[in-house]
């Protein structure tokens, strides 16, 4: 079945414990990338990749962190996570940038106190 | 820079009726593709339509249609033919053909109405 897996779905964790959520595709798509989702701001994305190698700023990076060694993985990492990264969290492939339909994850829940 | 305007934060129809959800977008991208997704509370995002800046005609995708005004820069959505499971949260969202950057609006919540 093709899919975007996400793990964990939910994360409950204290400030400044690095972190890492995993994003996988199989569907031997290029294009990849996160999203954060807050309440009254809609979808905002934090980083996307070309391909592998190649990532880039969306427009909240500021506080997280990304890699793309393989192309079926994309991995977000917080390297000090506070308070105001508490957000719902997805990540998203689609087969090339631009005009084609982005598949979603299920999303990852995470509280930091 | 891009941006994607929902000014409707929600919006009620009854079953059977049409609807239309507002998009406006700003870029100073030539090419750039337009997209809506539709959020259940089940939380997860199902692509619904895309319109590309340089197609002639208005996206289609059943029930869905995307009234595309270049000229005002808007991509409104039309739900012709509402269902109850039409109930969820709308985004609009645009990408850019120069730096491949995916924008969301704020959503337009929908309650369909029996």
């Known amino acids: 079945e093709a899919q975007v897996t996400q793990n964990p779905r939910y994360l409950i964790t204290v400030t400044g414990k690095k972190l890492t959520v995993t994003c996988s595709q199989n569907?031997?798509?290029?294009?990849m990338s996160w999203y954060r989702q807050d309440p009254g701001l809609g979808l905002r994305q934090i980083y996307y990749?070309?391909?592998?190698?190649?990532?880039d700023k969306g427009d909240v990076p500021e506080g997280y962190k990304v890699s793309r060694k393989e192309k079926r993985n994309f991995p977000l990492i917080l390297e000090s996570p506070s308070p105001n990264q508490t957000s719902l969290y997805f990540c998203?492939?689609?087969?090339?940038?631009?005009?084609?339909?982005?598949?979603f994850g299920p999303g990852t829940r995470l509280t930091v106190t | 820079a891009q941006k994607i305007t929902q000014t409707q934060p929600g919006m009620f129809v009854q079953e059977k009726e049409a609807v239309t959800l507002d998009c406006t977008y700003d870029?100073?991208?030539?090419?750039?593709?337009l997209f809506w997704y539709k959020q259940p509370s089940s939380g997860e995002m199902i692509f619904l339509i895309y319109?590309?800046?340089?197609?002639?005609q208005n996206a289609t995708e059943g029930r869905y249609s995307l009234n595309f005004q270049k000229a005002r820069k808007s991509a409104n959505l039309v739900i012709s033919a509402s269902q109850l499971g039409d109930s969820a949260m709308y985004f609009c969202?645009?990408?850019?053909?120069?730096?491949?950057?995916?924008?969301f609006g704020k959503g337009t919540l929908l309650t369909v109405n029996p």
């Open positions: 998203a492939s689609s087969l090339s940038a631009g005009g084609y339909e982005q598949y």
């Open positions: 319109q590309g800046s340089y197609d002639q």
């Open positions: 870029t100073s991208d030539p090419s750039y593709g």
């Open positions: 969202a645009m990408v850019g053909g120069s730096n491949y950057k995916l924008t």
């Open positions: 990749s070309m391909n592998v190698e190649v990532t």
């Open positions: 569907m031997n798509h290029e294009y």
